[in-house]
């Protein structure tokens, strides 16, 4: 989804939401409308989609992300970690306005860009911070964190080394997975352990409306979490 450099704009715009759209997004699908219009023009000039990407943006991207809302408690605060072009975690904040969604990315033209779409998509429930979520004054600002999500980050193990610190005792990691989801799990279990991990496990969101349902990893901050791994995210 991320592409690193600048590219054309593509031949094909993307198509109108699908019915399938107007279930997961409701009232709020004019304005992911928006911003799948950002994503197609503004986000492949940049780099931050391939341009094969923006005829599949509502079903691989769009509709992908928005169904994990499911999933997020009422009035959380959300971090997204590595959030790129702004996914999932500006589409949860189109879709709910009571979430508290700060967007964490290191690159500064992604930085840039996520900026442009919270003022034009006009989303004072969205914050963009600069910064990779091992920073130690990243870890003092947003610690507490009732959920962060993830989408193409980072391999599993590495991915709750960075993220669960982030979170309180009891809040939840959300990893987008794809097919990987279950054997990543597995090969992490040592690892989350060591973190004070709980309630760990792999979830099919949208089976109703996305096909393939979205695909994900959810994992518990303990009470008594571990320390975290050192190392560099995104």
Wanted: charged letters at 20%; a positive charge.
């Amino acid at each position: 989804m991320r592409a690193d450099h600048p590219s054309p704009l593509p031949d094909v715009l993307p198509a109108g939401p699908p019915a399938a759209a107007a279930v997961v997004f409701g009232d709020s699908l004019e304005r992911v409308a928006a911003y799948a219009e950002l994503l197609a023009t503004d986000g492949t000039l940049r780099g931050l989609i391939g341009p094969h990407e923006v005829p599949r943006l509502w079903d691989r991207h769009l509709i992908n992300c928005g169904v994990i809302a499911e999933l997020v408690p009422p009035a959380s605060r959300v971090v997204d970690v590595g959030s790129g072009a702004g996914l999932p975690g500006v589409v949860l904040a189109l879709t709910r306005p009571d979430l508290s969604v700060t967007l964490l990315e290191p690159l500064a033209r992604r930085v840039t860009f996520l900026s442009e779409c919270v003022e034009r998509l006009g989303l004072p429930n969205v914050v963009v911070r600069r910064g990779r979520a091992e920073e130690r004054d990243v870890l003092a600002e947003l610690r507490g964190a009732d959920v962060v999500t993830a989408r193409a980050v980072a391999p599993l193990d590495r991915l709750a080394g960075w993220c669960l610190p982030l979170l309180r005792a009891g809040g939840v990691l959300l990893a987008l997975k794809g097919d990987s989801a279950a054997s990543e799990l597995a090969a992490a279990r040592s690892v989350l352990a060591r973190l004070g991990a709980t309630d760990t496990g792999v979830v099919q969101c949208g089976a109703s409306v996305a096909s393939p349902p979205t695909t994900v990893v959810s994992i518990t901050r303990g009470t008594v979490p571990g320390k975290a791994r050192g190392g560099r995210g995104r």
